[in-house]
């Protein structure tokens, strides 16, 4: 079966794309050896990441079952999941902005 | 899980049988190339350094030579020296042969000159190389088998498929009673509170810290942060949104394992399970370090498909793009692309690697080692030459 996108971990509320996908499609997600499907509301290139999960402003990120970011903004099921709504919690180095450790 | 290796003297097992010829300094590289052209069955050890250095550095060239000269994979050792080296020699040799190896010196100021050394060493080496080759493989279970791990010309396959699949298959050879070794220190910044959650305990903890702060100092002493401008434009145009993930895509490798212990540069572990060691990622100093840590069988990851082998240990390349398969097929091992394409998954390409590391340990070969292409080594320094 052809699949559209990896999660990594049960507990990842993110997936990454492994093709360029369209909005509107559903898109087949493999977890390890089971698969769900998401209806994508924004287009993903090859290699982005969109939500499997609602998330609320400040909840965590997960991929490869670890703490990735944290959102910046509520963001429902199907969304691009990139730096217009997760920031580091480590700091962002290429803007050389604050420095937030929280 | 058996695989057939070599029994050493001092318990370890080789998955390899070569006469190991190494290079005491960078001036006799020129003879020890020689000597293994010519004779078959010898395995070399070139490098750039044993003179003209720090004491910290000669210290760490001793180390390593000796360490290189233990690991399993090697029968005997011939060690060719000019003569006004700065590296120990004693240390060296007389550090190899407490393993249990035969030790052969030859000195090339002393023997008279590079042609009478690499004559002399050429009928040494044969008798050595007949010696060995009378040794045969014997069944040892996995536990007995200390896995290297690289990833390397990462693409975003790499974070996706063969990384994670390296942590399924490490974390299999762990639970078997193996040893796994994570190094490339410089892929650890920006997640490596993350990876000192896996540490076995608060000291083990402590020195993932204090490698990285290592690694960002030295470079930070010649003006670079390293960790600044990290994800990069390109990285985030790829799809790679923090540092967090950009660093937990190469530490995927490590699995789920607790990480027992942290280790110096090519130095061997003493417990079994997942370490990790102070390496930098450049394939050369790090295939080295592994070596040096008596493993003898390496992993290697690969997104845009890296050539590189090391003389002695084999190098498993392993990739998840369907493009590095079709365009560097002299080079790749194992194609998992079929994850990205949906006919195989993650824990499954985790057990068929784990599985073609039994084999190639058991004496299949990989590619790099057919095509020769076996000569990425060096040792990893700390300070200037001088």
């Known amino acids: 079966m052809a699949i559209d996108a990896i999660a990594l971990h049960t507990t990842d509320n993110v997936a990454t794309a492994v093709q360029d996908l369209k909005v509107g499609q559903e898109a087949t997600v493999r977890l390890n050896h089971d698969v769900c499907h998401i209806i994508l509301q924004e287009d993903i ?6 939500t499997l999960k609602p998330i609320q402003l400040g909840e965590k990120i997960f991929k490869y079952g670890e703490i990735i970011g944290r959102a910046t903004t509520d963001i429902g099921v199907g969304y691009h999941a990139h730096i217009q709504n997760i920031e580091s919690l480590r700091g962002r180095g290429d803007l050389k902005t604050k420095e937030d450790e929280s | 899980m058996n695989f057939m290796g070599y029994r050493r003297k001092n318990g370890t097992v080789g998955t390899r049988n070569y006469v190991g010829i190494l290079s005491a300094v960078v001036c006799v ?13 010898t395995a070399r050890f070139t490098h750039h350094q044993g003179c003209c250095q720090t004491m910290l550095d000669i210290g760490i060239v001793n180390r390593t030579l000796t360490a290189l000269g233990k690991n399993p994979n090697l029968h005997s050792v011939i060690l060719i020296s000019l003569g006004c080296e700065s590296t120990n020699l004693t240390e060296v040799i007389e550090g190899i042969r407490n393993s249990g190896k035969r030790v052969e010196h030859l000195v090339v100021q002393e023997t008279g000159g590079a042609t009478r050394t690499t004559a002399e060493a050429i009928l040494l080496a044969q008798t050595m190389v007949h010696e060995a080759s009378l040794q045969e493989r014997e069944p040892f279970p996995i536990s007995e088998l200390v896995l290297g791990m690289k990833c390397g010309s990462s693409d ?24 796994s070794i994570l190094g490339e220190v410089t892929e650890f910044i920006g997640a490596e509170h993350i990876l000192a959650n896996h540490a076995v305990n608060e000291t083990v903890a402590q020195g993932i810290f204090e490698l990285v702060e290592r690694m960002e100092k030295r470079a930070m ?18 799809g790679l949104t923090t540092i967090e993930e950009k660093s937990l895509g190469a530490i995927a490798k490590a699995g789920t394992a607790p990480i027992q212990a942290v280790y110096e540069y090519g130095v061997r572990p003493t417990v079994k399970g997942l370490v990790v060691m102070d390496s930098p990622g450049r394939e050369p100093e790090i295939l080295t370090g592994l070596a040096a840590a008596g493993c003898n069988v390496i992993v290697f990851a690969t997104g845009r498909g890296a050539p590189q082998g090391f003389p002695f240990v084999p190098v498993l390349k392993i990739t998840g793009s369907r493009t590095a398969v079709e365009k560097m097929s002299d080079h790749i091992d194992m194609d998992l692309s079929a994850v990205i394409d949906g006919g195989d998954t993650i824990p499954d390409a985790g057990e068929r690697i784990l ?16 095509f020769g292409y076996v000569n990425s080594m060096d040792i990893y320094m700390q300070g200037p030459v001088i």
């Open chain 2, 29 to 41: 590289n020129e003879v020890v190339e020689n000597i293994v052209r010519q004779v078959q069955g």
């Open chain 2, 221 to 238: 002493a010649v003006g670079e942060d390293i960790r600044g401008g990290q994800p990069t434009g390109g990285n985030i145009k790829g």
């Open chain 2, 156 to 179: 975003t396959t790499s974070g996706l498929v063969p990384n994670p699949a390296i942590g399924v298959a490490s974390d299999l050879l762990v639970a078997a009673g193996g040893t």
């Open chain 2, 355 to 370: 599985k073609e590391l039994v084999r190639i340990g058991s004496g299949t070969m990989t590619k790099a080692e057919i």
């Open chain 1, 45 to 50: 290139p090859y290699g982005h990441k969109f």
